[in-house]
């Protein structure tokens, strides 16, 4: 007997009609299942332990909601796309009901990938409010940018307690391989290989400062320290998002925990739809 999670994007009604499909069917496949909102944290993380598996029903967004809800069970997580081909899921809605049966009995493998740890190191507590969970968990990326105000950021930015440069620019991006492919590729970084555990560095739009992308080993530390008079922002994979102050400090490290994605195509599949996922990302 399995327990299965069914986890879906509720602003899409073909997420939330497919999620119940899926909770009925499981039964049937000897598996018991509940269901959720991918925009519901706090029930998906109650619902985690004992759950073996995780189906996330959306897109590539609602995986990365997913991962950083499971992260701390390291739940497999079965990625189902409602539209255009993306980079962490691995089924559509019409192929799901066909491989679900097989992927119980444990067809396929895991695609391990590494995950950021995020800590927000405070100049003025009393700036944020109760705004600060902490630690905080990427599996794409972490981005310090200008706020509301359209003025650049200067960003101090250190490797293993080493001053690197005093960024001048629109934001600064630290990526994962995962996240090599969204918002840092296109600010101009390179694309990883999926798997690699390395760190990404890249500038946006930096302005009389170093501009190329930086790729540091896994075990690198990276600290960002806020140096402005306006408020600039914290962003975690593009869906946690927080107000940033003059002397705040982000650390981002290797996390303790990896998202476990369930593949059923060969790991080659990468990149013989690389060139079709980036022309639907254009």
Request: proline fraction near 5%; hydrophobic fraction near 45%.
């Amino acid at each position: 007997m399995k327990r299965v999670g069914v986890i879906y994007h509720p602003k899409i009604m073909a997420a939330g009609i497919l999620a119940e499909q899926l909770a009925r069917i499981l039964p049937s496949l000897e598996s018991t299942a509940w269901t959720c909102s991918a925009w519901d944290d706090q029930n998906m993380r109650a619902q985690c332990p004992g759950t073996d598996l995780a189906i996330s029903v959306g897109g590539d967004g609602t995986i990365l909601r997913v991962a950083r809800a499971v992260s701390d069970w390291e739940t497999p997580i079965l990625g189902v796309n409602l539209g255009h081909l993306g980079f962490m899921t691995e089924l559509s809605a019409d192929d799901i009901m066909g491989r679900l049966a097989s992927v119980l009995n444990g067809e396929g493998w895991i695609d391990h990938r590494m995950m950021l740890q995020v800590d927000l190191q405070c100049r003025d507590r009393s700036k944020h409010g109760e705004e600060l969970p902490q630690p905080l968990s990427a599996l794409n990326d972490v981005v310090v940018g200008r706020g509301a105000v359209s003025r650049v950021v200067y960003v101090k930015t250190s490797i293993d307690g080493v001053l690197l440069t005093l960024y001048k620019a629109d934001g600064v991006i630290i990526a994962t391989a995962t996240g090599s492919t969204g918002y840092c590729l296109a600010a101009g970084g390179p694309i990883l290989y999926p798997q690699a555990e390395d760190i990404l560095i890249k500038p946006i739009s930096a302005h009389l400062t170093l501009a190329y992308p930086l790729v540091l080993p896994s075990a690198a530390v990276i600290e960002l320290e806020v140096q402005t008079d306006h408020e600039a922002m914290l962003s975690v994979d593009g869906q946690i998002n927080m107000a940033l102050h003059d002397g705040d400090k982000i650390i981002a490290r290797r996390g303790p925990h990896v998202a476990r994605l369930v593949r059923v195509n060969p790991p080659s599949f990468f990149y013989s739809t690389l060139e079709r996922r980036l022309k639907v990302k254009d």
